[in-house]
């Protein structure tokens, strides 16, 4: 890890251990849950994005595999969450990993809409299927860890963003290793980089599996924090809101999917009084993101602080 | 047996059309720019609920309401281009992919704010005795649809055949650097490709509302259903994406008619990913065609 990315990951904590004692409300709470939640999948979506090159259209389906797997078994099966919770991300990384042999031989367009294919069967299938079909169901027991059940919101609040604070470290420590470098390579050039001896096609294999085993986490996180899932919420619409927090927070900087999974989760509860307007609003934000910054928040938030220091060095 | 088999051969033939209708559409940008515009259900969608806004809610008569929701549909392309392909000017597919999801998303907040979430129907465009082959019914507005879209291939294939500038486009298609070489305008074939496409995806929209019904949100279905049809022909092949429009149809409707109704949406859906992952160059194309396109 970088030293800036340490300065930064310590910064992160203390913000996450001081927002309850500021703000300990029901409310901010469950929209800080949330946004851990979102979090969770847009880190997988901007490692297979902007460090792979590879666009998901499917996370939803990840995601809905997670959260039906847990709940299931945690439910029916009387397995402890943390066991359902494992079953969950193993199940999503075999999905991942029946699309992804196929599907990342292809590129660009072809793979957004194989993905997009992919997460719609499963939306199908757990309409078609899943327990109590389209309406969906309940009683899905709470998290607990050795003996310890968490019902109370700050309590998933520390939960959900310790496990974000986890996945990034790890995820941090990943892009800034070998492999990560060798991600890098394969976005900046497939063909230099299989010169140079790297086996493209295993690489992105692994890095679609590492984002669905985070988005299937997510996924049970969810449902044993609402305890009541249904299909409508592993729609197609899910995998573009989580598209939107990357390309917002900004493909290039992991930070970036924190960011934006915020930015998305915290906007519609401030546009609460646009409620007609909300898929209008998602719509422009994603278009006016992509024409005007490119880049992302975080990345031309670095670029102006990077400014700035050139700035005051040449004061000195 | 055999009067219900035709039942669903028919209503699959019918919404095989506009799948075609569609996958055509998805082929004109993509021939022109290499772009999938994921946006392009939207643009069926908004020939459906244009036209009932002509017709219905300001009584205009039938004619000039189609030739109204025509030009809103190829001004809406025009926009689109103008507005968001054009100014990025880029070729990096990931970009451009996102953008026609972001516009697609914008259109669909635009309609829905318009006409809210309830699914619209207007009459047939012609009124009369339905014919009965076999026992089985087909409705005239079924005839309706199959003859305009025959009707609209027959014109493209005209139009990229026999006029100058039906040719320029597909020269941009062959080879954009020395289409520009010769001194066709790109730009301009790119912004009118875009214009043709969302005017063949608000025919279909026009002529499948009255049989099943239009609401905001039915674009991405059937942008996959028609990409499913143009790539089962070939990406970029017209005849093919025919082809693959009216099996995807019949196959789609025989599945809800035989198996269940809940899995039809699915069906589409398995033979595009099986075609992807097996033969991303389509089934109908040739060995030859499949080394000139890239993957």
């Keep these: 890890m970088k030293k800036g990315d340490l300065l930064v990951f310590f910064i992160f904590i ?53 959260a039906y797997v847990s709940a299931f078994l945690s439910l029916h099966f009387g397995l402890p969450v943390v066991v359902s919770l494992i079953f969950a991300m193993i199940v999503g990384a075999i999905a991942a990993v029946i699309l992804a042999v196929p599907a990342l031989r292809l590129k660009g367009h072809y793979l957004a809409v194989a993905t997009l294919g992919f997460g719609e069967i499963i939306y199908i299938i ?16 709470h998290f607990s860890l050795l003996g310890h059940t968490i019902t109370s919101t700050t309590g ?11 996945v990034m470290l790890f995820s941090l420590n990943l892009i800034h290793s070998r492999s990560g470098r060798a991600l890098r390579a394969i976005h900046d050039s497939e063909l230099a980089s299989n010169a140079m001896g790297l086996d493209v096609v295993v690489l992105k294999i692994k890095v679609f599996i590492l984002s669905a085993v985070y988005a299937s986490l997510a996924g049970g996180l969810y449902a044993h924090y609402i305890t009541f899932i249904s299909p409508s919420s592993f729609s197609l619409f899910y995998s573009i809101l989580v598209l939107m927090m990357v390309i917002v927070g900004g493909i ?14 915290v906007l519609p509860e401030l546009l609460r009084r646009f409620e007609e307007f909300d898929v209008l609003v998602y719509g422009l934000i994603l278009t006016l993101s992509l024409m005007f910054f490119r880049k992302g928040l975080v990345p031309i938030l670095v670029e102006k602080i990077k400014k700035l220091k050139g700035l005051a060095v040449v004061k000195h | 047996m055999l009067t ?9 033939l019918t919404v095989g059309a506009v799948y075609a209708l569609v996958g055509i559409g998805f082929n004109i940008i993509y021939n022109a720019t290499s772009i999938i515009n994921l946006a392009q259900g939207e643009f069926v969608v908004i020939g459906g609920l244009l036209m009932w806004f002509f017709t219905e809610s300001l009584k205009l008569p039938f004619l000039l309401s189609a030739v109204l929701t025509i030009l809103s549909a190829g001004l809406i392309g025009l926009f689109m281009e103008r507005l968001t392909i054009n100014p990025l000017k880029s070729t990096d597919l990931l970009l451009m992919i996102m953008i026609t999801i972001a516009v697609s998303i914008v259109l669909r907040g635009i309609l829905m704010f318009n006409f809210g979430k309830d699914p619209y129907v207007y009459p047939p465009f012609t009124e009369g005795e339905p014919l009965s082959i076999y026992g089985a019914i087909i409705q005239q507005q079924t005839l309706w649809v ?3 879209t025959g009707l609209c291939i027959i014109l493209l294939f005209l139009f990229f055949k026999k006029t100058i500038v039906g040719k320029a486009m597909l020269a941009c298609a062959v080879n954009p650097t020395a289409a520009k ?71 789609e409707s025989m599945t809800a008619g035989y198996i269940h109704s809940g899995l039809k949406d699915a069906v589409a859906l398995v033979i595009l990913l099986l075609i992807l992952f097996f033969k991303p160059a389509g089934i109908f194309v040739s060995k030859t065609m499949l080394q000139l396109r890239k993957f």
Excluded at chain 2, 4 to 12: E, N, P, W
Aim: charged share 5%.
């Design chain 2, 181 to 251: 070489l010769v001194g066709i305008n790109v730009s301009r074939m790119v912004m009118l490709s875009f214009i043709l496409s969302a005017i063949v995806g608000a025919i279909g929209g026009m002529a499948i509302t009255p049989i099943s019904l239009m609401e905001y949100d039915k674009g991405p279905m059937l942008a996959v259903k028609g990409f499913c049809a143009a790539i089962m022909g070939g990406l970029g092949s017209n005849r093919g994406a025919v082809i693959g429009g009216f099996i995807i149809g019949i196959l």
């Design chain 1, 126 to 141: 757990l309409n078609e299927w899943g327990p109590g079909g389209p309406s969906g169901f309940g009683d899905i027991p």
């Design chain 2, 146 to 148: 199959i003859g305009i």
């Design chain 1, 156 to 166: 998933y609040f520390y939960l959900i963003w310790c496990l974000v604070a986890g």
């Design chain 1, 252 to 265: 290039t900087n992991l930070w970036g999917a924190i960011i934006g999974a915020v930015v998305i989760t």
């Design chain 2, 4 to 12: 219900v088999f035709l039942q669903f051969l028919f209503s699959g």
């Design chain 1, 14 to 66: 203390f913000l996450i251990g001081l927002l309850p004692v500021l703000s300990g409300s029901t409310y901010t709470m469950t929209v800080g849950i949330f946004s851990g939640i979102n979090a969770l999948v847009a880190i997988g979506l901007c490692i297979l994005m902007g460090y792979a090159g590879q666009v998901s259209l499917g996370q939803a389906g990840f995601y809905g595999i997670g």
